[in-house]
Each structure stands twice: as structure tokens, then as C-alpha cells.
């Protein structure tokens, strides 16, 4: 195992019956660094992050974890491990509250001292869901919830947090704000991965890039090194990545 990489995709073949989605994926994943996923609506992406939380089992290759093959391994296994993923479209617990939906993100904290202290940070980090604690998430904004995902997902203090589409539908000071959140938990010693479609915002926030097209890495690099350009054409498959 590299003591300094938190995670790996190793030759990653998967997709829906016969449908192939990804072919030959490698990435890896260094302790404490954020990374970057960037991709248009059918690069992949979503099919990588059923394969590495277990929801899909890929056709080949593997995903390992702190050095062990996780590979199909049950969700809620995956997450006791330490990994947990915000999920696209900010989704709560619409009928519960900000505080019942905190604490189904701990349904496997059996600390009351642990769950105090992941509530304290949660609120710490997003004190407008500290105001609401008691209001129905139905009744949160747009960016309130997707704060609430990102919370609730906290609350399993994991070592390793994966955000899908954090930015979808919500306006630029929103989404600055809670990146710039992303980046606070990234100081707590929190390894994360941002799966966007937004090219600049992606490099500016991250380590290291990925770039998905068409179910392959086309590039990769240290994020603040990669052309914008470059990304932007591989992104929308022009000239050699068409």
C-alpha cells in the first residue's frame, strides 16, 4: 500500500447490462488533497461513484480503500470504512428536520460524545442549518439544502467525502460559499473528491484533475498546471478527444 494515497480505481470497467460506461479507469486518491472530477452529463461520472460506494458492481478491475479491495462491498460497509458521498441534487429528508436529517448521517455513530461533536461541527461549519434546526428541510433554499447534504454526510466523520455536482442549480455566491466550506473541511484533515461539470471553478478549488469523456480519463494533472483550455476542449471532445 502507498502510505500516502487514501484510495484507488485500478482498470475499472463497468456499466449497465450490456451498456459499457467506463473503460479502464485509474485514478488515485492522496490523503488530505481535494480532487477533482470533471466531466459533461454522460462522461461517467455517476457510474464511477455508484462503482466506488458500492452501488454497481463493475464489470472489472478495482477499488481499494487505506489498501483494501472494497470492490462491490456493501454501501453501509463502505461507509462504516470511512467514505461518504453528498449526492447529486442536494437530496434530503424533506419531511424531517435540519437536526433529524443531522442525525440520520450518524445512524452509525454509537458515540453520544462522537455525535455532539460531529452536530457541533456541522453547525459550526453551516450556521444557517443552526438557525433552522428545527424546520422541515422542505422549507430550506436551494443552497440550504445542498448545505444540509454536505452536513448529513459529515456526520458520519469520514475520512474521505465525495461531492456530486455541488454547484447544480444554484447561484455563483451560493456555490462560493459552500466551496469555500468544502475547503474548510478539507483542513479538518478530510480527503475529498468534487465530481463537476464546471471546468474552472473544479481546477481552482482542487489539487489534482481528472477529466472524463466518453467513459475514459483523457487527462489528468496538478490542477493549477492544466490549460483551461486544454480541459475545456477535452470536455467537449474537440479535436483528438472527439
Do not use: W
Request: charged share 25%; with cysteine.
Amino acid at each position: 500500500m502507498d502510505e500516502g494515497v487514501l484510495m484507488t480505481v485500478e482498470n475499472l470497467n463497468a456499466g449497465y447490462g450490456d451498456f459499457r460506461a467506463l473503460y479502464d479507469i485509474s485514478m488515485r486518491f492522496p490523503k488530505g488533497l481535494i480532487v477533482s472530477i470533471i466531466g459533461s452529463n454522460g462522461a461517467g461520472k455517476t457510474t464511477l461513484l455508484n462503482a466506488i460506494m458500492g452501488v454497481n458492481k463493475p464489470v472489472s478491475g478495482k477499488v481499494t480503500f487505506e489498501g483494501e479491495d472494497i470492490t462491490g462491498v456493501r454501501t453501509s460497509s463502505i461507509v462504516a470504512k470511512g467514505v461518504t458521498m453528498s449526492p447529486e441534487g442536494s437530496h434530503v429528508f424533506e419531511d424531517m428536520s435540519v437536526h433529524e436529517n443531522l442525525l440520520m448521517g450518524a445512524y452509525l455513530t454509537r458515540s453520544k460524545e462522537k455525535l455532539g461533536r460531529m452536530l457541533e461541527r456541522s453547525y459550526e461549519l453551516f450556521p444557517a442549518l443552526k438557525e433552522k434546526s428545527g424546520q422541515l428541510a422542505d422549507f430550506l433554499s436551494g443552497g440550504q439544502r445542498q448545505m444540509l447534504a454536505i452536513a448529513r454526510a459529515l456526520m458520519s466523520d469520514p475520512k474521505l467525502l465525495i461531492c456530486d455536482e455541488l454547484s447544480l442549480g444554484l447561484a455563483p455566491v451560493v456555490v462560493n460559499d459552500i466551496y469555500n466550506r468544502i475547503l474548510d473541511v478539507n483542513g479538518d484533515g478530510v480527503t475529498v473528491i468534487l465530481v463537476e461539470q464546471e471546468v474552472q471553478r473544479s481546477l481552482s478549488f482542487s489539487d489534482y484533475s481528472y477529466v472524463l469523456v466518453k467513459g475514459r480519463v483523457v487527462m489528468e494533472g496538478v490542477a493549477n498546471e492544466l490549460s483551461e483550455k486544454e480541459v475545456k476542449d477535452a470536455y467537449f471532445g474537440i479535436n483528438k478527444y472527439a
